[in-house]
């Protein structure tokens, strides 16, 4: 994927450009983890463990935004989605940069999602660093994208894109 300081606009808007992205089309947000999604989305009308079930992994959960977070990141939505991938690197610089990631896939926008660098190549001078660590998988289900998943009103969840953990989402 494509990561960027969330709090910090220049990164944010760097982010929509280099993806050729509609600044309309909103990022989700990468936290280390669940205790930390409540600083930045609104979890009091969930469930007691359902963030637990479905994270870390392939899924994005959308909540309403809270005012902590960068207003010029997704300016005209009042929702935010937030992920914990299931990614051992990904999670250590969460914690270690000390906010939330502006994640988006590694690729051009409306383009299939990349599983290794090479697959992004054109992109690469236009990024600050590039980390490997292995090919992402092979099948169809891998370039799906998470699984999102509306959260935001209570006693309710709409599925927003079914990507590769629907089934699994569903049944959390």
């Known amino acids: 994927g494509l990561a960027a300081a969330a709090q910090d606009p220049k990164s944010v808007n ?20 669940v205790d930390s999604i409540a600083h930045w989305g609104d979890v009091t009308c969930l469930p007691f463990g359902l963030l ?45 940069v000390g906010m939330p990631l502006a ?4 690729n051009l926008s ?9 697959e992004f190549k054109d992109l690469w001078p236009l990024l600050s660093a590039v980390f ?3 090919k992402l998988g092979d099948s169809i289900e891998c370039r799906a994208g998470s699984t999102i998943v509306a959260l935001s009103v209570v006693g309710k969840y709409h599925i927003i894109r079914p990507g590769s953990a629907l089934s699994s989402t569903q049944a959390i």
């Open 52 to 96: 637990q079930r479905l994270l870390p992994g392939p899924v994005t959960v959308v909540l309403k935004r809270t005012s902590f977070l960068n207003p010029l990141l997704n300016p005209s939505v009042s929702n935010v989605g937030v992920r914990i991938p299931n990614n051992a690197f990904m999670l250590n610089l969460c914690n270690k």
């Open 132 to 134: 490997h660590n292995g």
């Open 14 to 33: 760097q982010l929509y450009n280099i993806k050729g992205r509609d600044p309309k089309k909103p990022i989700s947000i990468c936290v280390g983890d």
């Open 103 to 106: 994640l988006t896939s590694a």
């Open 110 to 118: 409306n383009k299939p999602s990349s599983l290794t660098p090479e």
